[in-house]
């Protein structure tokens, strides 16, 4: 890796944030046979499923698919996706399931992927999601150097289930990581014991365990979609909390986590409130001695090291609040395919909005947190990044602009503010 | 009212969170007899409860109400209480139950204050909550110029019984709000139709319908502490959002929600993101017109006349945020007689937090849209003041400082960034 405030080189954009999948029919020789009865089912429901989307949103489909219909095809083509991650300076990426956010027509068997939580039946969850990383093996190796696939592992239906599943997917070319449920419904908390074998099995493949926004507690919404818009983030990130404070990060020192497409705007409050929690508090007095041995750093701590956050298309103001948030831990994402996310404007978005950041900030928050979370094949990316990667000259950046040292420790004003220093 | 930015006005302070309730023994004369025998099972368990309370954490419970022995008794002795409150400069308060937050003694029958939630036969819930509101009432109408009693009603447990209850409250000296579970669990929730005659009641009662932070989704975390610490601020507020992306605001114009002790850091944030989505969102072209028809007004523009954020002992940051999060709509309060907040300090504290501030934003936040939120006794509160209350000068303030015009509304950064204006 060269100089990271180069004025010339070209950046290595990691997208941290994509979807992919076949057509849910074309499923069907990746699935087992046994379940080949219920996906009959599921295929039909599925299109019932775009004829009422477009009944509801007809116009916007039509106009969303017609002015995209090639780049949309890159959803389970390797080539056509090359070439349109080319078009958009997208040197690699981190590829999730469910290819189409519209009609929901790239969906894994049963639902495996964004919805997997949904699943009551182990059988169709396990069989769902190996279908779709099955799949997901054969269309990273095309290009592995690219691609960064996130397999599918449903941990609540079954955890020996799970651990024989990761650990055949270790070492798989392209595969860095897997996607477990949102919510854990009515089985034990990711926070508890019930999972560790889980942690310890994606520590050793170094595989990051993700979720990505999708679930939320529709039950409590009726059809009120700004509840939902509301409450997604949580119920995306809650897992993180469970992780970080009952310790596993102390526990399994290699596990890392990312939390995907639920923006970052979020993480410093929860950081400076939690920080304090555990640095400095006179209000958990109460609690006596029930914060003692929970975990060994400040939460903030573990931020880039075992913590990322895949932030997807960030906004200004989170690109403002960068340090703040975690200058070493956030990863700028296009949603590529879904429409809302920067695709296939996504040129036109950086050159908007990262014209007041640093050159050294961009590398991080657009490729290197990446590249470090999922270590990542830097030559690889440099030589597509050179051929195709946006340059501080066109995203109108200026040269000379530099990040103060300490900037992200000194974003954390309540470090100095309260005094933190771990307490228990 | 005299001017807001007088230099020698004292503070009218009204703690828009304090607490108060009979040791639990005591409800008994308050109680259905039918209820008595399960009465003396639940007192029994209180006991036990303090009992296992002592043995965690002996050493903080011996100091802390060693050090506040008679102040602790305000928690039912009205002359006690009116003292404490004038040694601690406030003049007015909101009362909620539960006044013993260290070891549960003070709690009505079968918890029916902040673990209303908890209880699972309507009849424990509604009679141990009309318990402690016989008790309320006789309490506030004591000195009702500065008391506001929030009753205890347990809507999920029968909309009929509760508007009738909130029909019996209607009016009764020093009552001006109720408090309902903060969840509603496997009832159903909060913004769908099935309230609508409990929300109607209580706009046309004037009663502020509240949710103070205690309950969480607690089998979520074991005994980890911080995981609770975490949550507990969304499951408190989460009413709020119910409440007004379901549009009860604009269904009943008159009703008022305050939600108590989560803090405020939270608020601008949603703000933010919701008036964006409802103001200026591409981002959710796809859900086509689900938004529409959902509310009248941007999100940020129900609060400081619908809804109102009982902040407590802010922090000097959320105290730096007040434009941001609403300067018409945060209430300052102490939290009275629980050991998290301010009392017995409460002078000390506001004069090391408020130093900055400019007078009239300080009236705002310590008095003013409190009594704006409950309609308070300004002619009585203001001879209290005059008495008891802190001055400008006594907080080390410039009387020189003024709040910007527009300070709210500036600070709303989204407002012009976005160029927010209602779409639906």
């Known amino acids: 890796m060269s100089d990271i405030t180069s004025p010339t080189d070209p950046y290595i954009v990691v997208s941290s944030d994509t979807h992919a999948g076949l057509n849910c029919e074309e499923y069907r020789p990746y699935l087992d046979s046994s379940l080949h009865e219920e996906f009959d089912q599921y295929v039909a429901e599925r299109h019932e499923h775009r004829r009422i989307a477009e009944e509801i949103n007809a116009d916007f489909i039509a106009e969303w698919e017609g002015d995209n219909a090639e780049g949309l095809k890159g959803a389970y083509d390797p080539d056509i996706r090359d070439k349109t991650l080319d078009a958009d300076g997208i040197s690699g990426e981190v590829i999730f399931a469910d290819g189409d956010a519209v009609t929901g027509q790239e969906s894994p068997p049963f639902g495996a992927g964004l ?3 949904q699943i009551t039946d182990p059988k169709k969850a396990f069989g769902g999601a190996r279908a779709h990383n099955r799949w997901l093996e054969e269309f990273c190796a095309t290009n592995p150097a690219r691609r960064a696939g996130v397999a599918l592992v449903p941990i609540t239906h079954g955890v ?25 419904h009515g089985f034990p908390a990711y926070g508890s014991g019930h999972y560790d074998k889980v942690w310890a099995a994606c520590a050793e493949a170094g595989l990051v365990v993700h979720t990505h926004s999708g679930e939320a507690d529709f039950e409590s919404y009726g059809d009120n979609v700004a509840m939902y818009i509301r409450e997604v983030p949580f119920w995306t990130h809650r897992i993180l909390w469970q992780l970080l404070f009952s310790g596993k990060f102390d526990q399994f020192p290699e596990l890392k986590y990312a939390v995907v497409e639920c923006g970052s705007f ?12 555990f640095g400095a508090s006179n209000k958990i007095k109460k609690m006596g001695s029930r914060m003692k041995g929970l975990i060994s750093r400040l ?8 913590v990322f956050i895949g932030a997807s298309t960030m906004s200004k ?20 395919p879904h429409p809302e996310g920067s695709w296939p404007n996504t040129k036109e978005r950086l050159e908007n909005d990262f014209r007041d950041v640093s050159i050294e900030d961009t590398r991080r928050l657009l490729g290197l947190n990446a590249i470090d ?21 066109s995203l109108h950046q200026d ?6 040292d300490n900037a992200q420790r000194d974003a954390r004003w309540w470090l100095d503010e309260y005094g933190c220093k771990m307490q228990y």
């Open 115 to 117: 919805a997997a939580g």
């Open 160 to 184: 020996e289930e799970s651990v024989k599943e990761i650990e055949a997917l270790a070492g798989k070319p392209g595969i860095k990581g897997i996607m477990v449920p949102t919510m854990w």
């Open 266 to 277: 979020w993480v410093g409050d929860i950081l400076w409130k939690a920080d304090v929690n």
């Open 299 to 306: 939460p903030s701590e573990y931020f880039g090291t075992n």
């Open 317 to 336: 103001e989170e690109i403002r609040r960068r340090q703040v948030n975690g200058i070493d831990a956030l990863m700028w994402g296009t949603d590529y």
């Open 373 to 393: 979370c999922y270590d990542l094949d830097v030559a690889g990316l440099t030589e597509v990044a050179n051929r195709i990667g946006p340059t501080p000259e």
């Open 399 to 404: 040269p000379n602009l530099r990040t103060p």
